[in-house]
């Protein structure tokens, strides 16, 4: 948790915008002036999904030869996929190649060699997601069995972090309503009123700005969703994920 507090008695007129007149009094400016903080609040809990790249790989010397041993394994694969009871949405093809090998031979008694054709590689690989971590270990061994040639991953995620990013911007506005009264309090103000609410999710998140009457009531956001059980699975420890919220809160103090 990162906590950044900056005191602003504000405005201050410059010497350029002397010649502007104020629409208050510097004095009258100066009864109620502004606090800016920034807070950073981040929650931590394990991951609840992971996804997984899985690849088969058939080599032929012919590209028909090559492509038709490949389905052949790729569908015994995802029928694997499938029995582990992962849902159609959670299975998706990335990419399907064929291109030709060659091996450089060098001839006997010469300085050069040549590229000498060996056949074709044929290769396909799938994406896939579960929510079952506590049986990851269970499950790459099975696709392994069932063929799978290359094994990517995992990746943890959160499937849901809406209640997360909730709890930690309830967490940031209650910090943010007790910083900036403590400053209040510290100058001879009596309470603070919020003005304006900047946000940046720093978790998968994208640049959100909230004023005025948007902002919510910071008792309103429900508690995070408890953590899934974990089981003994010693091959793969998904560790924690951060989900949390940056808030620039802008109050006044008030008399």
Do not use: H
């Not at 009094?25 to 609840?48: C, F, W």
């Not at 029995?83 to 060098?106: H, K, M, N, S, V």
């Amino acid at each position: 948790m990162r906590l950044c507090l900056a005191l602003l008695l504000l405005p201050l007129p410059s010497i350029a915008a002397a010649q502007v007149a104020p629409s208050a009094s510097i004095g009258e400016m100066a009864q109620t002036p502004l606090v800016k903080l920034s807070i950073v609040e981040t929650l931590r809990t394990p991951p609840d999904e992971a996804s997984l790249i899985v690849g088969t790989q058939s080599r032929a010397l012919t590209a028909v030869a090559a492509t038709a041993a490949n389905r052949e394994k790729t569908e015994k694969l995802l029928a694997t996929i499938r029995a582990q009871g992962l849902r159609e949405r959670d299975i998706q093809t990335q990419g399907i190649q064929l291109q030709p090998e060659y091996e450089w031979e060098q001839q006997p008694g010469a300085r050069g060699g040549r590229q000498v054709f060996r056949g074709y590689l044929a290769s396909n690989s799938i994406l896939i997601k579960t929510r079952d971590i506590p049986r990851l270990a269970a499950l790459l061994d099975r696709l392994t069995t069932a063929g799978a040639d290359s094994v990517s991953g995992p990746n943890f995620s959160i499937a849901d972090p809406l209640p997360l990013r909730s709890e930690a911007r309830r967490r940031a506005l209650v910090r943010g309503q007790a910083e900036a009264f403590e400053y209040a309090r510290a100058q001879g103000f009596t309470r603070v009123t919020l003005l304006s609410v900047e946000e940046g999710t720093s978790y998968r998140g994208t640049e959100v700005v909230v004023t005025g009457t948007r902002v919510m009531d910071a008792q309103a956001a429900p508690p995070p969703p408890p953590a899934p059980e974990r089981g003994g699975d010693a091959l793969v420890a998904p560790g924690q994920l951060e989900t949390g919220v940056s808030l620039n809160l802008l109050y006044r103090m008030e008399r």
